[in-house]
């Protein structure tokens, strides 16, 4: 189990900013249908995860600050037999405290909660801070009641967003793992590659794999993308026919991510199916240009530079290439540039895989990216990208997963 002390010191961090006689309210968030009496699989709004590192609905988290003292509560569905016989066993209070680092005795029955917040809701003299980044209604909803009389909510993800983009050694350490088990799988999956092969078949090994090793709620939706598929970025259902099907001289686009502890890893992997063909096969060429964007970007990324710099960085040296395939003129612009540059390079990364933070910031000491130069050319049929996560140091970036992108790891058969 994590260390609660981790979510403790995230409160009171996040306490330290509110203003006095203020109130933040955080919810965990409610399941979702699927369809009819069928749910999704339950995931914490993120926030409330990095203030508990609790991953149950229904939960409700109150930070209190008066007079320079802050108090904290939590409100949770008590034990019912009946219920919990349909629908699943509610955590114990006692635990609930043991992950979040809370008291025992603010852990409190959910059913009190509603006449704490018409408390809050009718004194004008207290500051009410809701979250207006999350996915949920019921903070929208509590801000138009507060408001519809003129008084005034404030947002606390203004609070949360500065505080998750610097992450502790706790996080990065977790990103670290999120890797370690995306890529284990990786390597499980790899032996599977032949002509004849579906997307579907590495799809499923893919998943199997990382849900081996403890990550059930994945980063995101694995993409396998093979040969020309590779041309829809987010090719998130898998074929078992057709474009779906390796073929002797195809390629074949990963992009994955388990989760540990919380924290994301986003890696892109690229195979090959069949030895090259001669000096001129166009994938090793591009696996050429790919993997000098990729040494660009790690020697550019570093405290004080910017995801604009780098972007214009990469679009310098794909140009400068693409123009020497004659696929674009010698005075090239960055439009014709991302005529096939697609997307931008890179992205904060954390408990969300496109994780919070303003793209026009400098990046920091602390700050984890996601990097994932890719270029996509069909004049050749082809186009890939090869994806790394890294903590961003005092003078530079460390790798937080493998980098792997040499010819012999990609070449399959």
Same mark, same amino acid.
């Given at each position: 189990?994590? *260390?609660?002390?981790?979510?403790?010191? *995230?409160?009171?961090?996040?306490?330290?900013?509110?203003?006095?006689?203020?109130?933040?309210?955080?919810?965990?968030? +409610?399941?979702?249908?699927?369809?009819?009496?069928?749910?999704?699989?339950?995931?914490?709004?993120?926030?409330?995860?990095?203030?508990?590192?609790?991953?149950?609905?229904?939960?409700?988290?109150?930070?209190?600050?008066?007079? =320079?003292?802050?108090?904290?509560?939590?409100?949770?569905?008590?034990?019912?037999?009946?219920?919990?016989?349909?629908?699943?066993?509610?955590?114990?209070?006692?635990?609930?405290?043991?992950?979040?680092?809370?008291?025992? #005795?603010?852990?409190?029955?959910?059913?009190?909660?509603?006449?704490?917040?018409?408390?809050? !809701?009718?004194?004008?003299?207290?500051? !009410?801070?809701?979250?207006?980044?999350?996915?949920?209604?019921?903070?929208?909803?509590?801000?138009?009641?507060?408001?519809?009389?003129?008084?005034?909510?404030?947002?606390?993800? +203004?609070?949360?967003?500065?505080?998750?983009?610097?992450?502790?050694?706790?996080?990065?350490?977790? !990103?670290?793992?999120?890797?370690?088990?995306?890529?284990?799988?990786?390597?499980?999956?790899?032996?599977?590659?032949?002509?004849?092969?579906?997307?579907?078949?590495?799809?499923?090994?893919? +998943?199997?794999?990382?849900?081996?090793?403890?990550?059930?709620?994945?980063?995101?939706?694995?993409?396998?993308?093979?040969?020309?598929?590779?041309?829809?970025?987010?090719?998130?259902?898998?074929?078992?026919?057709?474009?779906?099907?390796?073929?002797?001289?195809?390629?074949?686009?990963?992009?994955?991510?388990?989760?540990?502890?919380?924290?994301?890893?986003?890696?892109?992997?690229?195979?090959?199916?069949?030895?090259?063909?001669?000096?001129?096969?166009?994938?090793?060429?591009?696996?050429?240009?790919?993997?000098?964007?990729?040494?660009?970007?790690? #020697?550019?990324?570093?405290?004080?530079?910017?995801?604009?710099?780098?972007?214009?960085?990469?679009?310098?040296?794909?140009?400068? /290439?693409?123009?020497?395939?004659?696929?674009?003129?010698?005075?090239?612009?960055?439009?014709?540039?991302?005529?096939?540059? /697609?997307?931008?390079?890179?992205?904060?990364?954390?408990?969300?895989?496109?994780?919070?933070?303003?793209?026009?910031?400098?990046?920091?000491?602390?700050?984890?990216?996601?990097?994932?130069? =890719?270029?996509?050319?069909?004049? /050749?049929? !082809?186009?890939?990208?090869?994806?790394?996560?890294?903590?961003?140091?005092?003078?530079?970036?460390?790798?937080?997963?493998?980098?792997?992108?040499?010819?012999?790891?990609?070449?399959?058969?």
């Amino acid at each position: 189990m994590v *260390n609660p002390a981790i979510y403790r010191n *995230n409160r009171e961090r996040f306490a330290a900013a509110l203003q006095d006689r203020s109130a933040a309210l955080l919810f965990s968030g +409610e399941q979702k249908h699927m369809s009819a009496d069928t749910d999704y699989r339950f995931m914490s709004d993120r926030n409330f995860f990095y203030l508990t590192g609790l991953e149950r609905d229904g939960l409700i988290l109150l930070i209190e600050k008066f007079d =320079g003292k802050v108090s904290t509560k939590i409100y949770a569905p008590s034990h019912d037999s009946m219920k919990e016989r349909w629908h699943g066993k509610r955590m114990d209070f006692a635990d609930i405290a043991a992950i979040s680092g809370v008291d025992p #005795d603010d852990i409190l029955d959910l059913e009190t909660y509603e006449e704490k917040e018409y408390e809050l !809701i009718k004194n004008a003299d207290i500051n !009410i801070y809701l979250d207006s980044s999350t996915v949920m209604a019921k903070p929208d909803e509590l801000r138009k009641i507060i408001e519809k009389d003129g008084r005034k909510t404030f947002d606390l993800s +203004e609070i949360t967003t500065p505080l998750r983009m610097i992450k502790s050694q706790h996080e990065a350490d977790s !990103i670290r793992e999120a890797a370690r088990i995306t890529e284990e799988a990786i390597e499980e999956m790899k032996t599977l590659i032949k002509p004849g092969v579906s997307e579907y078949e590495l799809y499923l090994k893919l +998943e199997y794999e990382m849900a081996k090793r403890s990550s059930m709620n994945f980063a995101f939706e694995t993409i396998v993308s093979c040969g020309t598929n590779a041309f829809y970025l987010h090719h998130s259902d898998p074929e078992t026919d057709g474009d779906g099907i390796a073929k002797e001289g195809s390629i074949i686009q990963l992009d994955l991510g388990a989760r540990y502890n919380g924290y994301c890893a986003d890696i892109s992997r690229v195979f090959f199916v069949g030895k090259p063909e001669g000096d001129d096969d166009r994938r090793m060429k591009l696996l050429g240009l790919i993997r000098d964007l990729r040494k660009g970007a790690f #020697d550019y990324i570093a405290p004080g530079k910017t995801f604009a710099g780098l972007n214009s960085q990469m679009y310098d040296i794909a140009g400068k /290439w693409l123009a020497g395939q004659g696929l674009i003129p010698d005075n090239f612009t960055v439009d014709d540039v991302k005529c096939y540059y /697609w997307h931008n390079t890179s992205h904060y990364l954390g408990l969300d895989v496109h994780d919070v933070g303003p793209r026009d910031k400098e990046f920091e000491e602390g700050n984890c990216l996601a990097v994932e130069p =890719g270029v996509y050319i069909p004049e /050749w049929n !082809i186009g890939f990208r090869i994806e790394d996560d890294l903590l961003i140091t005092e003078n530079g970036c460390q790798l937080l997963s493998s980098g792997c992108d040499s010819p012999e790891g990609i070449i399959v058969g």
